[in-house]
């Protein structure tokens, strides 16, 4: 957009991370896609609650749901060690307190009798633990989503109301990133995360106290091995991390090599570089496939030592708790209830280390998002802000200073005035700040110093809304959008009308192409307007600014690059266009500077010349060396073909 | 997942088995050390039909022309009229369809891509970066000196930018990198073609996103490059190619008028309405302040 000003002025580069401005922070690797940050960050986490402060009810459901379903499953074996016991002793004190409970109050007795109560209770808890699963995973899913929803809008609504300024020092890669990839590790742990961890500490915790329930001797031997487990884990998730790290890069990598040398195929092909690129493109695949076996040997590698493990910690229950039982000292049930619980210690330990690095990634995540819904806004409405009345369409410029980056001023000491209908050309070179200047009028960007005034009101004691909806800004690449060429031209003004719309594109000599395409008005654009040549894009833009009519036209024109036959109407639909308005034009046409009233030469953010184009000609300065140089032959006379045919 | 991955696996080979149209004969040779005469005799291209049964239309017609070692062509035409197409059948990025091009008396087809896109420099319309360094990106197909870098980057002008930044010759550029702009990418493509130094050059269109002082700087050191060049020049400013050899206009994938900038100027209707629109107005302000 309005940054074209500033390229080659130094502006953009060497900006140092998160700018004096709000930048974005850049995370250490160059792909900045993949960050880690604490396991629990205070500052998102208190963030986050605040989200989730709107779904309270639907909170509380989940919790409880998962605290039901954690319970009635840690249950189930249970009910296992309870049909053994009662098989192997008939006595139903050994039954656990919930069974005794039931066939006291229901006076059930007989072996046979008991195990049906069992079988029942068996299936009524598992109908409990399916069922508060499944509101639980429901109610988690909509809470997670609907806080990612909000997250997205916040951050969509943020971005379109951050001023120019902000775009020019953050890549629009770079904020993509934010809205895909963090807003993605965030949701993998809204939406079921968050809950899992709590489950598996319950559970945890659960088994221990069972275990320590049914022998606490048996109990304290066989838990020997979950410290050694734990540790493994740790280690473990420490390398494992590191190799999908790996992984994550090197496809990425990868992928990006893809990108490039597709995109690049004509400059490859006309280098004669395939080689080269074949070799380098091998290596990275290379790369990738060994990144890949390594994670794999990783987790590979892991599952027979937890196997291990476990095993070891089995063999130590069949091994002592075996001989006890033989003793008589431990009941059959309790033997494989050990057995049962043991074995599913290894769940929650895998899920709470994969976890461990999901919440860092999350956490990480999360500040990102909050710094693109935080971003802060730099120009904003003033608390006592007037809506602009309908104007004349006089500008004034009074000591106008500029500055993107602290101490580094684009525009120095400007003063332009200019009357309502008066067509102002800019000309100067690339850095001249052209852009920078034309900007300041719709308050795109801020003034520095000075003020910019719209028949007599400072642009910025008005409402932004009712100052731009009286400007109109025509780019040097018009943005069309995806939908039919009639949606692009009512863009912004839906409530034209049919007639409004077609005098608007006859306006600028866009209605006869637009009739010669097979569907008219109701050509759906494809991306962009790419099936629409550069002269025709441009027309439907110059549709659009007319349809809506401003008092103020700011015009970037595009330079060149547009065949003779677009060129003709283009300068007959830029007459149109600029009639009756006051006009600030970026003018690159011989033409657009002859008809101007006015033209404004810039040179280093500086108004060095004004004044019309015969009179700045005359005056041999620097208008006349652009001038010279731009369009004038400097090798030869040029020959005019009457002279020519005198001759 | 079964289904889904025999779908992706004949996705895959259908890459795979893509065959390029453009192939090298068994017994191509080397082309090397060209003088730079190039020859279309009776060119036609077409891309290959899209819709079975319908006959695929041709997008150059009956080309013809001659360009001596160091002359310069100039295509001019409106959008669509086939300039891009032409100068692409020069590195055999198409094959023609009918016909046949010559470079000093050898049919491009008889020699191996290699040798015959190493004679050949272009500058496209859209520059394209690869991701690296600015002295990657200058020395892109060759081995150069620093040196020869420099001084290719001082004849695009370039150079004074290039050590304005922080990091020099070594700024990265490209997907992740520093954002250039057109004016910068471009000049930097033309760096790139300069360090080469091929004896035929394609310039498409290469000076369209400079600024007008920039473009007179790229222009002047163009011309001094062009000496013993053969050079292809796509543009839509006549300043830029008045000064060709030769001039055709494109209309409709053929040459519809051809001739020195004089001899059009005399001749050419549609090149003289080009001309009253671009230059005319130019030369007759400057002419009013050359009278006083």
């Known amino acids: 957009m309005f940054g074209g000003g500033m390229v080659g002025g130094g502006g953009l580069f060497g900006r140092p991370p998160g700018g004096p401005m709000g930048g974005l922070t850049h995370s250490s690797d160059l792909s900045d896609d993949i960050v880690f940050g604490k396991v629990y960050d205070q500052k998102v986490v208190s963030r986050l609650v605040v989200y989730l402060n709107k779904y309270e009810f639907s909170a509380v459901l989940a919790s409880v749901s998962m605290v039901i379903s954690t319970l009635t499953t840690l249950f189930m074996p249970f009910l296992f060690i309870d049909a053994i016991n009662i098989v192997q002793t008939s006595d139903a004190s050994t039954l656990d307190p919930i069974i005794r409970f039931l066939l006291h109050n229901y006076n059930v007795q007989g072996n046979s009798h008991i195990l049906t109560l069992i079988f029942v209770v068996f299936v009524v808890d598992g109908l409990i633990a399916w069922g508060s699963q499944y509101i639980q995973q429901y109610t988690m899913a909509n809470i997670g989503y609907g806080i990612i929803r909000t997250l997205r809008r916040q951050m969509f609504d943020n971005l379109q109301k951050l001023s120019l300024g902000f775009y020019d020092r953050n890549e629009v890669g770079r904020i993509m990133s934010r809205i895909l990839n963090d807003v993605g590790s965030l949701e993998n742990l809204l939406s079921n995360g968050l809950l899992l961890v709590f489950a598996d500490l319950i559970t945890l915790v659960g088994i221990v106290i069972i275990l320590l329930g049914l022998n606490i001797k048996l109990a304290l031997i066989t838990m020997a091995v979950i410290p050694i487990l734990v540790v493994v884990m740790i280690v473990w998730q420490k390398y494992s991390k590191i190799a999908f790290l790996k992984v994550r890069i090197a496809i990425s990598i990868v992928n990006a090599s893809l990108q490039e040398n597709i995109s690049g195929t004509r400059v490859i092909q006309s280098l004669s570089r395939e080689d080269v690129n074949f070799q380098r493109f091998d290596n990275m695949n290379e790369d990738n496939f060994d990144a890949n076996v390594s994670a794999t040997r990783m987790s590979g590698g892991l599952q027979p030592i937890v196997e291990l493990l476990m095993g070891l910690a089995i063999a130590i229950v069949i091994i002592y708790g075996g001989s006890q039982a033989i003793a008589g000292k431990l009941l059959l049930g309790s033997l494989v209830g050990f057995v049962l619980y043991t074995q599913r210690f290894l769940d929650p330990i895998r899920d709470l280390s994969i976890w461990y690095t999901e919440l860092q990634r999350a956490m990480a995540g999360g500040q990102r998002i909050f710094e693109v819904v935080d971003a802060k806004i730099e120009v904003v409405d003033a608390p006592d802000a007037i809506e602009l009345p309908t104007i004349k369409g006089e500008i004034n410029y009074d000591h106008v200073s500029f500055e993107y980056i602290k101490d580094r001023e684009v525009l120095h000491d400007i003063n332009l005035h200019i009357k309502p209908g008066e067509t102002i050309a800019f000309v100067g070179t690339t850095d001249a700040g052209k852009s920078t200047i034309v900007a300041l009028v719709d308050r795109s960007y801020e003034v520095s110093k000075g003020s910019v005034t719209i028949d007599g009101y400072d642009v910025r004691k008005v409402t932004q809304e009712s100052l731009r909806k009286q400007i109109g800004v025509v780019l040097q690449e018009p943005f069309l959008f995806s939908g039919t060429i009639r949606e692009n031209i009512i863009y912004g003004r839906e409530y034209a009308t049919e007639e409004m719309m077609i005098e608007a594109a006859k306006a600028v000599g866009a209605h006869d192409f637009i009739m010669r395409l097979e569907k008219g008005y109701d050509t759906v654009l494809q991306e962009r307007g790419s099936n629409l040549s550069q002269g025709q894009r441009q027309l439907i833009s110059f549709a659009r600014a007319v349809l809506s009519d401003p008092k103020i036209l700011v015009l970037d024109e595009a330079t060149a690059n547009i065949d003779t036959q677009t060129e003709v109407i283009i300068q007959q639909a830029l007459k149109r266009l600029l009639k009756g308005r006051t006009s600030l034009v970026i003018a690159h046409r011989l033409s657009t500077i002859h008809d101007a009233n006015c033209v404004v030469v810039m040179e280093n953010g500086k108004i060095v010349e004004m004044g019309n184009h015969q009179e700045l000609i005359e005056k041999k300065g620097t208008y006349y060396h652009l001038y010279t140089m731009s369009y004038a032959c400097t090798d030869e006379k040029l020959t005019r073909p009457e002279k020519h045919e005198a001759t | ?292």
């Open chain 2, 1 to 292: 997942m079964t289904s889904r991955a025999i779908a992706s696996g004949k996705r895959i080979f259908e890459v795979l088995d893509t065959e390029s149209a453009v192939k090298e004969k068994p017994n191509a040779m080397v082309l090397s050390n060209v003088k730079g005469d190039i020859q279309f005799n009776d060119v036609n291209f077409s891309y290959e039909s899209t819709k079975p049964g319908k006959p695929p239309v041709n997008i150059l017609e009956n080309i013809k022309f001659e360009a001596k070692s160091g002359e310069m062509v100039a295509l001019l035409g409106a959008t669509g009229s086939g300039k891009t197409t032409l100068v692409n059948l020069v590195p055999r990025f198409y094959d023609v369809t009918a016909g046949s091009i010559k470079i000093d008396d050898i049919d491009i087809r008889d020699v191996t891509l290699a040798s015959l896109r190493r004679q050949i420099g272009i500058v496209q319309q859209d520059s394209f970066l690869f991701t690296g360094t600015i002295r990657d990106n200058t020395s892109y197909g060759v081995i150069a000196d620093e040196e020869d870098i420099i001084n290719a980057a001082r004849t695009a002008h370039l150079h004074d930018f290039i050590i304005t930044l922080s990091d020099g010759y070594d700024t990265w550029v490209g997907e992740r990198g520093v954002t250039l702009s057109g004016g910068q990418k471009q000049r930097l493509a033309i760096a790139r073609t300069l360090l080469i130094d091929p004896r035929i050059r394609i310039l498409d269109d290469s000076t369209s996103s400079v600024d007008t002082e920039t473009e007179f700087l790229i222009q002047q050191a163009l011309r001094e490059l062009m000496k013993g060049r053969t050079t292809f020049v796509i543009a839509q400013r006549l300043q830029t190619v008045k000064d060709a050899q030769q001039i055709f206009i494109l209309d409709k994938g053929r040459i519809v008028e051809q001739g020195t900038h004089i001899q059009l100027l005399q001749d050419s209707k549609i090149y003289r309405e080009i001309y009253e629109l671009q230059l005319c107005a130019q030369e007759e302000a400057l002419g009013v302040e050359v009278k006083k």
